[in-house]
């Protein structure tokens, strides 16, 4: 194993816990979509959510309310 596999093994293991109604929706997903790999499907949604947050909080020159007048144009 090199060097760059070693840093993306996944050692940290984090637990989840569903309700019943949140348990039969992803069952339902993943059977509608034939979702296999479970973990990757949850991983894979948790950070896109994480990394659409961080882009949406990244600091700019301008305020909110600026860019959106600046839009129009």
Avoid: W
């Amino acid at each position: 194993m090199n060097y760059k596999t070693k840093k993306l093994v996944r050692k940290h293991k984090k637990s989840v816990l569903l309700n019943d109604k949140e348990i039969a929706v992803l069952n339902q997903y993943c059977e509608k979509y034939k979702v296999k790999n479970r973990s990757k499907l949850i991983r894979e949604s948790l950070f896109s959510s994480i990394l659409e947050t961080f882009e949406d909080d990244y600091p700019t020159l301008f305020d909110k309310s600026v860019l959106a007048g600046l839009e129009r144009y």
